[in-house]
């Protein structure tokens, strides 16, 4: 019987102390065997202490802290690179998206069906209402996504990607805000990836309740669609030094090199 992948679930956190204890306990409820990396951002409020006090309880096994905020994608980026599990996912340090979902996304990857699951929000499962222009924004950018990378999915901006951790960390990615999601997209596709899409459940949040997203972010995700589809990336180097400490500032990046 083979032994069971460890998925690595990476928590870029910034400015959420008021729900990453939560997200953390949701995380850990999951029946899997996980590893959790949870990245400060840089947060102006506690996130860091409660990310520090989760750690000291043994609910987070992996935390790192940036100094100043520095984007979801260049949080997402530091926690690849010290995650060790089987395969990598991110989790948002809100409420939006729900980790039991973990469980049925894996299930493409362990079969050896898929190297990548999106989870998306339009393919039929519980979710909030929120948004109409928000919703015709997320379809237009899967759309344009779609027509450069010749996948058909139904939500590239989904948050819920799971990759296959050798495949995640032969990808390079440069994008430090939320221009990570098209990017790495993009640079699944260019690597012929197999991709597989489930619907998940999504409970979206307002703005009063701390949602950091805006239009000028949609707006810059079309040049991202554009850039990284059209433009391929170049080699970064293939031997990375270790860190002992939490410490986040100098960790060097572990991509060696885009699929061919």
């Known amino acids: ?56 309880a043994g609910k987070i096994d992996v935390a790192l802290h940036h100094s100043k905020n520095r984007g979801k994608g260049a949080a997402i980026r530091t926690g690849i690179a010290r995650s060790s599990g089987d395969v990598i996912i991110v989790q948002d ?8 979902e973990f469980v049925r996304m894996l299930r493409p990857i362990a079969r050896g069906q898929a190297d990548a699951v999106f989870g998306s929000r339009f393919l039929g499962e519980d979710r909030r209402v929120l948004y109409f222009w928000h919703s015709v924004g997320n379809k237009l950018l899967t759309l344009l996504s779609n027509m450069f990378s010749n996948l058909n999915l139904t939500d590239m901006e989904t948050g819920y990607k799971m990759v ?37 459940s ?45 410490s986040a500032e100098e960790l060097p990046l572990p991509w060696s090199r885009i699929l061919e």
């Open 1 to 56: 019987m083979s032994k069971p992948l460890r998925v690595s679930v990476i928590i870029a956190a910034y400015n959420e102390e008021r729900t990453i204890g939560t997200v953390v306990e949701r995380v850990r409820a999951v029946p899997l065997d996980l590893e959790v990396v949870a990245v400060n951002d840089g947060s102006s409020d506690r996130t860091g202490a409660e990310i520090d006090r989760l750690y000291a």
């Open 93 to 100: 340090a809100d409420l939006e998206y729900h980790p039991e």
């Open 164 to 200: 296959r951790a050798p495949l995640l960390k032969s990808l390079v990615l440069t994008s430090d805000r939320f221009g990570f999601e098209p990017e790495i997209t993009a640079r699944l596709a260019q690597a012929r990836a197999r991709v597989w899409e489930i619907g998940i």
């Open 202 to 246: 999504y409970s979206g949040r307002t703005y009063a309740e701390g949602k950091k997203i805006s239009w000028r972010d949609g707006a810059a995700a079309i040049w991202h669609i554009v850039r990284f589809n059209l433009v391929s990336p170049m080699a970064l180097p293939e031997s990375v030094p270790t860190k002992s400490d939490q």
